[in-house]
């Protein structure tokens, strides 16, 4: 470790994204390792509107659901490295030899100006650390929509990211993996897998960190955004 790390680490002790007891190296702590609400085998995967493929490891919920939040809207970047990593390994056991290319779906300029980082980015540059490869910026936002956790109803998430997104060239052949933070109704994915697909992809599969339980999806639960 060099000194600059070594400073960092004196100053910015590595924290469980999840519990935030800090710890002697990044990562999810043994003991929410053990406690997390973690998809299961029939769970894990979920198949969205038109076929799209979608994995995820946790379901959204108490400390997850705060741990993405932290991320997303209060600078919690720290847990970037760990939630990226668990849905790269969601996306490594279900699509194994599935896709060529990691991407991710991005927030609007407007949005980034304001926050500071696209969360999603952060995710996936986190998952292609494991493979050794760097993620593409495949797609641009094109509409500075309403955000997606201040729409109550599922009809109003498909309408709000209806043609939302373009794809950035010329993408035949492509097979690509699509990482987003929270999928829910699946409409922002969908949304953005159509501008892929229409831009010449051979295919899309999708890893997000959490599905919210599906219950709880029926009644508007808020995640993307």
């Known amino acids: 470790m060099n000194m600059a ?113 696209d969360q999603s980015r952060l995710l996936a540059e986190s998952a292609c650390k494991l493979w050794g490869v760097k993620p593409e910026a495949l797609l641009r936002k094109v509409r500075d929509n309403p955000a997606q956790s201040g729409l109550e109803t599922a009809e109003d998430r498909w309408r709000n990211t209806r043609d939302a997104y373009e794809a950035a060239g010329d993408l035949s052949g492509r097979r690509i993996l699509l990482i987003d933070d929270v999928c829910s109704t699946g409409a922002t994915l969908v949304s953005a897998a159509k501008a892929l697909l229409a831009a010449g992809a051979a295919g899309v599969v999708c890893a997000a960190a959490a599905f919210p339980r599906p219950e709880e999806e029926n009644r508007g639960e808020k995640g993307k955004e």
């Open 5 to 117: 790390n070594a400073l960092l680490d004196l100053l910015f002790p590595p924290r469980c994204p999840f519990c935030q007891k800090i710890q002697d190296a990044p990562g999810v702590c043994p003991a929410c390792e053990k406690a997390l609400p973690w998809t299961d085998e029939a769970h894990g995967l979920r198949e969205l509107p038109g076929g799209l493929p979608c994995a995820a490891p946790l379901w959204y919920e108490g400390p997850v659901r705060e741990a993405v939040r932290r991320f997303k809207f209060h600078g919690g970047v720290s847990a970037a490295g760990p939630l990226g990593e668990l849905a790269a390994q969601a996306a490594a056991e279900r699509f194994s030899g599935g896709f060529d290319t990691v991407s991710w779906v991005p927030v609007s300029a407007k949005r980034l100006r304001r926050r500071g980082y």
